[in-house]
């Protein structure tokens, strides 16, 4: 099949998902054109970080090649493109729910501090919590693993996270360079520091 499009008429999905079938590599560059803002739009609204949004795409497109002969109605993948890339952002959204124990800041803050104290508590772990999503979602879950009130061993920690055992330490040392940097950024702040 040529790709070459009238110069009345573009190419129909139908055509192009056929072309792709056939092995045409510009068929899936265009498709990846025709849907990229579509994709992004479907996306935005589960307010990821941007690393994870593009994941979601990536994993919505590879969704797309594994199962693109299967499609009955190629001229309903817009439709199939959104629901595929709703299910990735539910699938990483999910992943992190089910690693984040410390939601609640209160778990942080001391009881017997005076007001000005637990105020001040309260906002350095709500700091905290904020500078732990931006972590890598990898680091981000054994980090939460490691400082769960009852943290497992490191076998149960590596089947949760997919981090091998003897990687768990260096990861974690490399996440908490990462949250003082963090936080000391956040800190700093702009016009704050001297």
Known sequence: MSLAPSPTRPLTTTELLC????????A???LVRRFEHLLAAVVRPYRLQEADARDAVQRTWLRLFEHHRQLREP?????WLATTA?????????????AEPLAEVEAFVDPSA??????????A?????????????RARALMYALFDDNPPGY???????????GSIGPTRA????????????ASAGPGLAA
């Open 28 to 30: 899936w560059d265009q």
């Open 155 to 165: 076998a149960e920690i590596a089947r949760r996270t997919g981090i091998p055992v």
């Open 125 to 137: 772990a709500r700091r905290l919590r904020e500078l732990m999503a931006q972590l890598h979602p």
């Open 86 to 98: 709703r299910r990735e952002c539910l699938r990483i959204l999910n992943g992190r729910a089910g």
């Open 114 to 123: 005076d007001v000005e104290q637990r105020v001040v508590n309260a906002m």
């Open 19 to 26: 072309a792709a079938r056939e092995g045409e590599a510009a």
């Open 75 to 79: 001229e309903a993948l817009p439709g």
């Open 174 to 185: 490399r996440a908490l360079r990462q949250l003082r940097l963090l936080f000391g950024e």
